[in-house]
């Protein structure tokens, strides 16, 4: 079924918030200049970055805008309210060879009324030449100011990411190098060992023995089983006892790798089965060499592990290499953050109470993790150092619910009414920008079509943000 043709006349504009208040003559200039034009859904309208010729004004149907993002297709907003405008939307700006800010795709069937720009423009000023003035400034220090919150606000989420990352990847990188080059003296004593055993002519079947010994103790060492402190300081005594009754020295310097490889006095016993009186000091010290090989390389392979999965958390934080709208689990950039995050986390609890039977949201990943980020550290600043944050996640009203908790001092009457405004903060100055909550506000209500609100009082601040389950039209 087609739709009926469009027919433009005084009053047909009139119903487009638009045009409300224009006087018949600035109507009858809009209607000898106007052209309707129809899309077929998935057809691209306009292309970022092409010359703005036109003023489009949605008459039906919905659409989509995008715009180029490090090379990515970021999709920006949705609509489908009759009367809302794009492409030459800066057409009052004084500037020849404007280009368009943003591709508009047609999510279904459409039609706009379209303008030419330059012809607008010229009337407009004719029209308007106050408000004109006017909204030049404002267009102008509306872009300044975009641009430097927007510069500050990528320097903080990359200062935020940045000192997590280092800070955790610090450990298990330093761990690494002490381990090889603790390794690379295991592997040259074990080469002196050997070059030991092999002047004493060793029987070879004694020497095939030993090395299936060798094999069998090393398998165990990644079974080995965690000891309590007491645990293992027995096992120690219990070893190095058997050491010094079997004429080894220095028991109590190889008891330690023995019982951290998990071995016993009854594996010592199986060795000395094997091999005998005559090479059991030879034999025992080769295989401490093994065993505590083993275990280096083990850390070695726990620690890279460890900087891989932090290279993954990073990732998924800032989203690299993923689509910038999808369907998410919350929990992940919630994970994410926290390890991001955890150089500011020594000496505060956390706590977190996930629902994981919860769906998946259609949203823009990178930018609510921003918001995580945001709540996260306010949280952590009102406890400073000492504390409980709490992070929940459950269903509210068919909304996704994330509540971020903190036991902090809480947020007065007077502020708690101030705290989403732009530049407001109570911090000391130079410790806050004020724009974290403003930040997070708008990517929550405006971006996603949810919620953010606050419930504070003394030891109990929580900051619950509230997403649809669906996807949603943006105005």
Not at 193 to 200: E, N, T
Not at 305 to 316: E, P
Request: proline share 4%; hydrophobic share 40%; with cysteine.
């Amino acid at each position: 079924m087609t739709e009926p043709e469009v027919v433009l006349t005084r009053e047909f504009l009139r119903e487009l918030f638009l045009f409300t208040s224009l006087s018949d003559e600035q109507l009858d200039w809009i209607l000898a200049h106007a052209v309707v034009e129809s899309y077929p859904g998935g057809a691209k309208v306009i292309s970022e970055g092409e010359p703005a010729t036109c003023f489009y004004v949605l008459l039906s149907g919905a659409l989509r805008m995008t715009k180029l993002v490090g090379g990515n297709e970021v999709e920006t907003t949705r609509s489908d309210q009759r009367g809302v405008y794009c492409g030459a939307t800066q057409f009052f700006y004084g500037q020849n060879q404007q280009e368009y800010a943003a591709t508009i795709h047609a999510v279904s069937d459409l039609t706009f009324l379209t303008l030419p720009a330059e012809e607008f423009a010229g009337q407009f000023r004719a029209w308007f030449p106050m408000a004109t003035h006017l909204l030049e400034g404002s267009y102008l220090g509306w872009r300044n100011t975009d641009a430097l919150i927007g510069s500050r606000r990528r320097l903080l989420a990359l200062g935020e990411m940045s000192a997590g990352l280092t800070h955790e990847l610090n450990n298990p990188a330093g761990a690494a190098v002490r381990a090889t080059a603790a390794l690379r003296e295991r592997v040259a004593g074990m080469r002196h060992k050997l070059a030991i055993l092999a002047k004493k002519d060793i029987d070879p079947n004694l020497l095939e023995q030993l090395i299936d010994v060798q094999e069998r103790l090393v398998k165990q060492v990644a079974a080995a089983p965690p000891l309590t402190a007491m645990q293992q300081a027995d096992r120690e005594d219990e070893i190095s006892d058997w050491l010094e009754d079997h004429g080894l020295e220095q028991g109590w310097d190889l008891a330690p790798i023995f019982v951290g490889a998990g071995l016993t006095a009854e594996n010592m016993d199986h060795v000395l089965e094997s091999v005998g009186d005559s090479l059991i000091d030879g034999a025992v010290r080769w295989l401490a060499y093994a065993l505590e090989t083993e275990m280096l390389m083990g850390e070695i392979e726990d620690s890279t592990t460890r900087i891989s999965a932090l290279v993954g958390a990073a990732k998924q934080y800032s989203q690299m290499d993923r689509a910038p709208h999808q369907w998410v689990d919350v929990h992940e950039g919630l994970k994410s953050t926290l390890v991001m995050m955890s150089g500011k986390l020594e000496g505060i609890e956390v706590v977190k109470e996930f629902d994981r039977s919860l769906p998946k949201v259609p949203a823009y990943p990178g930018e609510l993790n921003q918001v995580w980020t945001n709540l996260i550290d306010n949280a952590l600043g009102a406890m400073d150092g000492s504390g409980t944050l709490t992070i929940r996640t459950s269903l509210v009203n068919d909304q996704l619910c994330v509540e971020v908790g903190d036991t902090g001092p809480g947020i007065s009457a007077e502020h708690k009414q101030r705290i989403f405004e732009p530049f407001f903060t109570t911090k000391p100055v130079g410790k806050g920008t004020g724009l974290g909550l403003d930040i997070s506000w708008r990517i929550v209500v405006e971006r996603h079509h949810g919620d953010l609100r606050a419930e504070s009082e003394p030891g109990d601040t929580r900051f619950q943000v509230l997403l649809p389950l669906t996807e949603q039209a943006s105005e």
